[in-house]
């Protein structure tokens, strides 16, 4: 089995920055990419960020500028560096993985749990 645990969410005020981590545990052979998506309320799931293995990384464009993704090769982790947050970046942030497990050729698609973020004063 693989988890994906994330961390780090919580109230911070407009202008504020918090800071994500995920770490995928279990039996892994191999991430291809690691990435945090988030869903407010009332709206879809969407792409925050992303980044693969050989460390390019993807934005949406309303983070660009602000987050910055980055991961571990070595422990499975990735983390979502959030400066000068908004209000419209509350919502429940998930972390994803594109992995395979050992015996396995195929690849899999996993998902944390989720953790709130709020931005609010």
């Known amino acids: 089995q693989v988890q994906l645990v994330e961390s780090g969410g919580g109230l911070v005020q407009p202008g504020g920055s918090l800071r994500l981590s995920c770490a995928a545990s279990?039996?892994?052979?191999?991430?291809?990419?690691m990435g945090w998506y988030r869903q407010a309320p009332g709206k879809q799931r969407e792409m925050v960020a992303g980044?693969?293995?050989?460390?390019?990384?993807n934005y949406a464009d309303s983070v660009k500028g602000r987050f910055t993704i980055s991961r571990d090769n070595a422990k499975n982790t990735v983390n979502l560096q959030m400066l000068s947050l908004k209000p419209e970046d509350t919502a429940v942030y998930y972390c994803?993985?594109?992995?395979?497990?050992?015996?396995?050729?195929?690849?899999?698609?996993?998902w944390g749990q989720g953790t709130q973020v709020t931005v609010s004063s």
């Open positions: 994803n993985a594109a992995l395979r497990v050992h015996g396995s050729s195929s690849l899999g698609n996993y």
């Open positions: 279990g039996c892994i052979f191999s991430i291809d990419v």
């Open positions: 980044i693969i293995s050989g460390g390019t990384t």
